[in-house]
């Protein structure tokens, strides 16, 4: 990408409304725009970092095991009937009347559409397990929608919904996401803790809150510090028994402050860190809820029908960005984890219309664009230090500064975001060090 040719918006101004890093981050490196309360426009640079996001979240689900659909965002509120949530659920339900009267409503999730999908087309054992997942926009009426993309009222979630003969089953199936959401979270740069949780509106027997630490998180947490030193990202069996792996992670405390319990915690003082953090996930098996209420039956191996056992399975993708920037960031901008970057590399063009500086930015740029680097070029007549600071600002991880005294001795600058490190060397070899 060119920057001639882009849609870049930078504020200069920090926005006032901004109230934590990663809003204003977002605003100012034009990632988004808002819209009304709680709901936004995603701009060129935000849809790029929410689509790498995406497509991590939709690798990891694939390789569990999880097959892709995609649901309607308006759901009729009959299945919600059905379930008994349609009045449950409260104001934070978007209730639509459509023109012949009908009850609709904009999905805050899909348990029941999800089930009806599954008791129109599934009769025998035979056919499970099954996991369906999709990654599709929700609404809720939030109270207090903040913090920018983060408790936005409109937002982006990916669901899964497993399907299972018994509760042994479902808990097989509850392991392979819990498996997978480790690695999807280390996979952004990200060490997300899971935590025992209540199961609220969803109901149930089992559920693990994924949180990531960060001063501005809206829950407080309580976990062992061994936790601060865990890699979450191994390779995985999933046809294996998960369970040991399960068990290793489920045993080291960590508890949301709705779940802790400071008289009975099983960590000593000196052990226990308290922190606060941001919810990017929640996984829940609930067994026959939803099943049951909605008649969805499958025949066991001796003929009988049964309810079926039922989990499903929330990722924040569009919470993530803002997520990963609490992460990753600095006074001077957004630090972005190689793996979502917008872009890879920075080309900084100091001098465009100098013969020598243009042909060797466009060489650059090419041989990045043929190894699927998703460069950016800087082309644009501005000022050297403005053109930098919009570098730092969008946080690309690699950024290479071409200009005339520099090309003079065949140098480019070569600097990692994350370290702020510099060192001059020959385009070419800044080409093998960045590859
Ligand atoms: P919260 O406690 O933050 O309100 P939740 O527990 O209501 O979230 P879930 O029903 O568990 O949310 O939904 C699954 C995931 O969807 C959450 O873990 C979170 O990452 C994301 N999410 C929920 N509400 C919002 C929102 N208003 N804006 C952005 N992401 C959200
Ligand atoms: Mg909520
Ligand atoms: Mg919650
Ligand atoms: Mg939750």
Same mark, same amino acid.
């Given at each position: 990408?060119?920057?001639?040719?882009?849609?870049?918006?930078?504020?200069?101004?920090?926005?006032?409304?901004?109230?934590?890093?990663?809003?204003?981050?977002?605003?100012?490196?034009?990632?988004?725009?808002?819209?009304?309360?709680?709901?936004?426009?995603?701009?060129?640079?935000?849809?790029?970092?929410?689509?790498?996001?995406?497509?991590?979240?939709?690798?990891?689900?694939?390789?569990?095991?999880?097959?892709?659909?995609?649901?309607?965002?308006?759901?009729?509120?009959?299945?919600?009937?059905?379930?008994?949530?349609?009045?449950?659920?409260?104001?934070?339900?978007?209730?639509?009347?459509?023109?012949?009267?009908?009850?609709?409503?904009?999905?805050?999730?899909?348990?029941?559409?999800?089930?009806?999908?599954?008791?129109?087309?599934?009769?025998?054992?035979?056919?499970?397990?099954?996991?369906?997942?999709?990654?599709?926009?929700?609404?809720?009426?939030?109270?207090?929608?903040?913090?920018?993309?983060?408790?936005?009222?409109?937002?982006?979630?990916?669901?899964?919904?497993?399907?299972?003969?018994?509760?042994?089953?479902?808990?097989?199936?509850?392991?392979?996401?819990?498996?997978?959401?480790?690695?999807?979270?280390?996979?952004?740069?990200?060490?997300?803790?899971?935590?025992?949780?209540?199961?609220?509106?969803?109901?149930?027997?089992?559920?693990?809150?994924?949180?990531?630490?960060?001063?501005?998180?809206?829950?407080?947490?309580?976990?062992?510090?061994?936790?601060?030193?865990?890699?979450?990202?191994?390779?995985?069996?999933?046809?294996?028994?998960?369970?040991?792996?399960?068990?290793?992670?489920?045993?080291?405390?960590?508890?949301?402050?709705?779940?802790?319990?400071?008289?009975?915690?099983?960590?000593?003082?000196?052990?226990?860190?308290?922190?606060?953090?941001?919810?990017?996930?929640?996984?829940?098996?609930?067994?026959?809820?939803?099943?049951?209420?909605?008649?969805?039956?499958?025949?066991?191996?001796?003929?009988?029908?049964?309810?079926?056992?039922?989990?499903?399975?929330?990722?924040?993708?569009?919470?993530?960005?803002? /997520?990963?920037?609490? #992460? +990753?960031? &600095?006074?001077? =901008? $957004?630090? !972005?984890?190689?793996? *979502?970057? @917008?872009? %890879?590399?920075?080309?900084?063009?100091?001098?465009?219309?100098?013969?020598?500086?243009?042909?060797?930015?466009?060489?650059?740029?090419?041989?990045?664009?043929?190894?699927?680097?998703?460069?950016?070029?800087?082309?644009?007549?501005?000022?050297? /230090?403005?053109?930098? #600071? +919009?570098? &730092?600002?969008? =946080? $690309?991880? !690699?950024?290479?500064? *071409?200009? @005339?005294? %520099?090309?003079?001795?065949?140098?480019?600058?070569?600097?990692?975001?994350?370290?702020?490190?510099?060192?001059?060397?020959?385009?070419?070899?800044?080409?093998?060090?960045?590859?």
């Amino acid at each position: 990408m060119r920057l001639s040719q882009y849609f870049l918006p930078l504020l200069k101004e920090t926005p006032k409304e901004a109230q934590i890093a990663s809003h204003r981050l977002m605003l100012r490196a034009g990632m988004v725009q808002q819209s009304s309360a709680g709901i936004y426009s995603w701009l060129p640079l935000g849809k790029r970092v929410l689509d790498k996001i995406e497509n991590i979240v939709r690798e990891e689900q694939n390789r569990a095991g999880a097959l892709e659909i995609l649901m309607p965002t308006i759901q009729p509120a009959e299945l919600w009937q059905e379930s008994g949530r349609y009045d449950d659920y409260g104001a934070e339900m978007l209730r639509i009347v459509d023109r012949h009267e009908r009850n609709m409503l904009y999905g805050p999730t899909n348990e029941e559409q999800i089930t009806d999908i599954f008791r129109a087309h599934v009769r025998s054992y035979k056919a499970l397990p099954l996991n369906m997942y999709h990654i599709q926009w929700k609404f809720r009426d939030e109270v207090r929608p903040r913090f920018g993309i983060m408790r936005g009222r409109e937002f982006l979630m990916k669901d899964a919904y497993s399907f299972d003969l018994d509760g042994d089953k479902a808990r097989a199936a509850y392991n392979r996401m819990f498996v997978s959401y480790l690695k999807t979270f280390a996979r952004m740069g990200l060490t997300a803790i899971p935590m025992e949780a209540d199961t609220g509106p969803i109901g149930g027997d089992m559920s693990h809150e994924f949180i990531i630490l960060a001063e501005t998180g809206e829950s407080g947490v309580y976990f062992h510090k061994d936790w601060m030193n865990i890699n979450l990202d191994a390779d995985i069996d999933y046809n294996a028994d998960l369970q040991p792996f399960v068990d290793k992670y489920t045993s080291l405390y960590a508890r949301a402050d709705d779940m802790h319990d400071a008289d009975n915690c099983p960590v000593t003082a000196d052990e226990l860190m308290s922190l606060r953090g941001i919810e990017i996930g929640h996984i829940f098996y609930f067994g026959t809820k939803y099943s049951e209420a909605m008649g969805a039956t499958v025949s066991g191996p001796d003929g009988k029908a049964v309810p079926v056992h039922m989990g499903s399975y929330g990722i924040g993708v569009s919470r993530l960005v803002g /997520g990963i920037i609490e #992460a +990753s960031h &600095d006074d001077k =901008g $957004i630090i !972005w984890p190689d793996s *979502v970057a @917008p872009f %890879g590399v920075a080309i900084v063009n100091l001098k465009p219309g100098d013969a020598v500086c243009d042909a060797e930015a466009e060489r650059l740029y090419e041989q990045f664009d043929n190894a699927g680097l998703e460069p950016l070029l800087d082309d644009r007549n501005d000022r050297p /230090g403005a053109k930098m #600071a +919009s570098m &730092d600002l969008i =946080g $690309i991880p !690699w950024q290479i500064v *071409v200009g @005339p005294r %520099g090309m003079e001795n065949n140098m480019v600058e070569v600097k990692r975001r994350k370290t702020g490190e510099t060192a001059e060397m020959s385009p070419d070899s800044a080409v093998i060090k960045i590859l």
